[in-house]
């Protein structure tokens, strides 16, 4: 079969009605994690299109640099690979123009927790109606491996051959602080959670936030006894505890051999950013 | 009984052998209480030159679509058969 007959053969499958074939296969390595969400949340997208919820017309899917910013370029959706770390503020950019719009921002542990901190916190506090969804692999993958705010401590890098020597960043409890109205964490073994999450977060008002905790098999798990894509699936698959509610943010953080507290932590509401805007300056909603 | 097909895009696949680990029959298969697996890695290569799955025996297969939703390439689907 030629390349470009099985593209079209994946253009037949229902499920996939929203994949952009023609960049596919992806560049990503074999058992990447980052394939795994892009699976469910093409799936979700369609199924939520199927159900009469959702216009894949109205539909815009930003990121920024890294592996994880690859996936915009692999959605038949419009979308936008901007520079790095600015994923969010792009997205925040397209909202606040275009408030039918459902937008999505798609970014690693670096490009929305490093470079592009400020940027996710502030949209946040804003309440804004974008669905950020971050990519935690535990590294700065794209760049060949690279130890990064998400690390845990002793874990073994290039870099840092006998072990990283510093804290990571409790994402959930952050996201929470800075005034996310719905924070969520699931693993790429949750795969049905995921593209249930997805779901929600499309039809959601308000900032809307998933860390999805990912297996980079060839740049972090290698280094860290992990000898194939499995055997961290897996490892998140087992040390994963289910949980429901604030209550668990204080032991969110992620450290080796300690449970994975998946699950919602937070889901409020608050007056949303844009429809406040539109209000107040006195424009009409499209 | 609802029957399931598994189509496999070979040259999509890249061999990561995670649809086979999350198969729960082909789990079955490796501790011995069923005599067939559904998938398997072929002795095969694909277009990019990484080992492929196959299917063994799919009338096996519950439906369950683990492999197609956590396939990280979008290679293996479920398709309910009429
Ligand atoms: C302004 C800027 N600084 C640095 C870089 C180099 N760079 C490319 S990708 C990347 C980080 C990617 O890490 P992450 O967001 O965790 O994504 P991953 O590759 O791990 O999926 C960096 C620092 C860049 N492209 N642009
Ligand atoms: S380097 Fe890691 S994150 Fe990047 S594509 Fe490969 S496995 Fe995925
Ligand atoms: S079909 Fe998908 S999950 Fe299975 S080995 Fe191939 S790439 Fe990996
Ligand atoms: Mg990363």
Redesign the interface.
């Known amino acids: 079969?030629?390349?470009e007959e099985?593209r079209k053969?994946?253009t037949q499958?229902p499920?996939?009605s929203l994949?952009r074939a023609e960049a596919?296969?992806?560049s990503?390595?074999?058992?990447?994690?980052?394939?795994?969400i892009?699976?469910?949340f093409?799936?979700a997208m369609h199924e939520l299109e199927e159900e009469g919820k959702l216009d894949s017309s109205k539909l815009v899917v930003i990121s920024g640099i890294g592996c994880s910013g690859r996936i915009s370029g692999f959605v038949k959706t419009d979308s936008m690979h901007t520079t790095h770390g600015r994923p969010v503020a792009f997205a925040t950019g397209v909202k606040l123009a275009r408030p039918e719009l459902n937008v999505w921002a798609f970014g690693g542990d670096a490009d929305l927790f490093q470079i592009g901190l400020n940027h996710t916190l502030q949209a946040a506090r804003r309440n804004i109606d974008i669905k950020v969804v971050m990519v935690n692999n535990f590294n700065i993958a794209m760049t060949g491996g690279v130890p990064t705010v998400t690390t845990p401590p002793k874990a073994i890098t290039k870099y840092t051959p006998r072990g990283w020597f510093e804290r990571s960043f409790n994402i959930p409890k952050l996201m929470a602080s800075a005034g996310a109205t719905y924070v969520a964490r699931w693993t790429?073994a949750h795969?049905?959670q995921l593209?249930q999450t997805f779901k929600k977060m499309a039809l959601r008002k308000g900032f809307s936030f998933l860390e999805v905790v990912s297996q980079c098999?060839v740049l972090f798990g290698r280094y860290n006894k992990f000898r194939?894509?499995?055997s961290m699936?897996?490892y998140f698959m087992k040390m994963s505890r289910v949980v429901k509610g604030p209550q668990y943010l204080e032991e969110a953080a992620i450290e080796f051999g300690k449970p994975i507290l998946v699950g919602e932590f937070v889901e409020t509401e608050a007056p949303e950013y844009t429809e406040t805007i539109y209000e107040a300056e006195g424009v009409v909603r499209k | 009984m609802v029957k399931w097909r598994i189509e496999i895009i070979e040259d999509f696949c890249k061999g990561c052998e995670i649809c086979v680990n999350i198969c729960p029959i082909t789990n079955l298969y490796k501790v011995g209480k069923v005599d067939k697996p559904v998938l398997r890695m072929s002795e095969r290569f694909g277009y990019q030159g990484y080992p492929l799955v196959e299917v063994v025996d799919p009338t096996k297969c519950t439906g369950c679509h683990l492999c197609d939703h956590a396939c990280p390439d979008l290679a293996i689907h479920v398709i309910k058969e009429e």
């Open positions: 079969m030629s390349l099985s053969k994946l499958m499920e996939m994949a596919l296969p992806h990503l390595c074999p058992g990447c994690g980052i394939g795994t892009l699976n469910t093409l799936r790429t795969v049905f593209k098999p194939d894509p499995w699936v897996d």
